[in-house]
C-alpha cells in the first residue's frame, strides 16, 4: 500500500509570491491534515479536511488555505509569502471516521524556503 | 500557548540503557497521547498511544505512562538501541478533533554504542 505522498518535496520561492503544495494520501483514506514545522516550534496544525471539508482550523493567517478534491487528494496554498513561512509542511492521513481520534500517517514533508 | 510542552530538546543514553522522555500538558481536556518519531528527511512515524482511561500502555521495548494529576506522560525505551536515535514529539488531542493533533516541540534522542 503506497503511503502518504507530497509534491514537490522542495522549492524556493521568494518574498511575496504564492505556493501550492499537494499531497495525495493513503488509499481509502478520508481524513487529511497539514502541519507546519520549524525549528524548536515542533508541528503546529495548520488544518484538516474530511470528505472535502474543512474540519479543524489551527491559528495560522489566512494567508494560509487549502482544499480536498472528492478523490481525498488535498492541496495548501499560501499566499503572500513571508520570510518567516519558510519551514516543512507535513501531511497526514488517517483512516478514521468523523468525530475519532486515531494515529496519523505522515507523508516526507515539502520543505519550503522563501528567500 | 504552548499546551504540550516537551522541556528536554536532547538526551543522549548509553545502548542498552533506558530512555526517559517527559511530556508536560496544561489543557485537561486532552483525552488521547500519542508518541512519533522523526528520522531526518522522513516524516514523524507512530510509535505508541495511551487513552486518558490509562495509566500505562506497552508495546515491546517501548512503554508510556500517563499521570493525569500531573498532567505529565512519559515515554521509557528499554533497552536503547543505536536505531533508536531520531527526534521524539508527544502530541494529545481532546477527542473530537480528528486528525488535529497538539504537539510538542520535540527531544532529540541520541543512543550512543
Known amino acids: 500500500k503506497a503511503g502518504v505522498t507530497q509534491t514537490p518535496r522542495y522549492l524556493i520561492k521568494t518574498r511575496g509570491q504564492q505556493v501550492t503544495l499537494s499531497c495525495s494520501p493513503i488509499s481509502g483514506h478520508r481524513s487529511v491534515s497539514w502541519y507546519q514545522q520549524t525549528p524548536g516550534q515542533g508541528l503546529q496544525f495548520l488544518f484538516e479536511?474530511?470528505?472535502?471539508?474543512?474540519?479543524n482550523k489551527g491559528n495560522f493567517p489566512g494567508r494560509f488555505s487549502g482544499r480536498q478534491f472528492s478523490n481525498s487528494r488535498s492541496e495548501m496554498n499560501v499566499s503572500t509569502l513571508e520570510l518567516g513561512d519558510s519551514a516543512l509542511y507535513l501531511c497526514a492521513s488517517s483512516p478514521q471516521p468523523e468525530g475519532a481520534t486515531g494515529e496519523l500517517f505522515f507523508g516526507e514533508g515539502s520543505r519550503l524556503t522563501v528567500l | 500557548d504552548q499546551q504540550v510542552k516537551q522541556n528536554s530538546p536532547s538526551l543522549s543514553v548509553q545502548e542498552g540503557r533506558i530512555s526517559i522522555l517527559n511530556c508536560d500538558y496544561t489543557?485537561?481536556?486532552?483525552?488521547?497521547f500519542l508518541w512519533y518519531k522523526k528520522y531526518p528527511a522522513e516524516g514523524p512515524t507512530f510509535l505508541i498511544s495511551?487513552?486518558?482511561?490509562?495509566d500505562k500502555n506497552e508495546d515491546g521495548r517501548f512503554t508510556v505512562f500517563l499521570n493525569k494529576s500531573a498532567k505529565h506522560l512519559s515515554l521509557h525505551i528499554v533497552p536503547s538501541q543505536p536505531g533508536d536515535s531520531a527526534v521524539y514529539f508527544c502530541?494529545?488531542?481532546?477527542?473530537?478533533?480528528?486528525?488535529?493533533?497538539?504537539f510538542g516541540q520535540g527531544t532529540e534522542l541520541s543512543v550512543k554504542p
Open positions: 502530541a494529545a488531542s481532546d477527542g473530537n478533533k480528528g486528525g488535529k493533533l497538539i
Open positions: 479536511y474530511f470528505s472535502e471539508t474543512q474540519r
Open positions: 495511551i487513552s486518558s482511561i490509562k
Open positions: 489543557n485537561s481536556m486532552f483525552d488521547y
